[in-house]
């Protein structure tokens, strides 16, 4: 059970990105994680935005938005996750 926003196991330790381009579902997912007591959270609005993120930061779980413009998210996460000099290559993700 979690209370106040307490991290079991070392869930607080964790670095996720989130992008979508909306900045309120950002929000949400930001307050769910934070509930979790997940405070090491990244936003991005875009797809530049979230790799600038991925070459700058060890990020352990991504999660994206499938309807993004110019570029979805279920089009950019593939090439992002598996290629060798993917930046985020062993990082599970959620498009």
């Known amino acids: 059970m979690i209370a106040n926003g307490s991290a079991p196991d070392g869930l607080g330790k964790l670095r996720i990105a989130v992008v979508d381009d909306n900045a ?4 949400i997912v930001r307050s769910v994680l934070g509930a979790f007591g997940i405070i090491n959270v990244y936003e991005a609005s875009d797809v530049d935005a979230a790799l600038h993120i991925l070459r700058g930061e060890k ?4 999660i994206c938005d499938w309807k993004m413009k110019p570029v979805d998210g279920l089009a950019w996460c593939a090439p992002c996750v598996t290629p060798k000099k993917a930046p985020a290559r062993f990082c599970p993700s959620s498009c």
Do not use: E, N, T, V
């Open 24 to 27: 309120a579902m950002r929000g």
């Open 59 to 62: 990020i352990d779980i991504l």
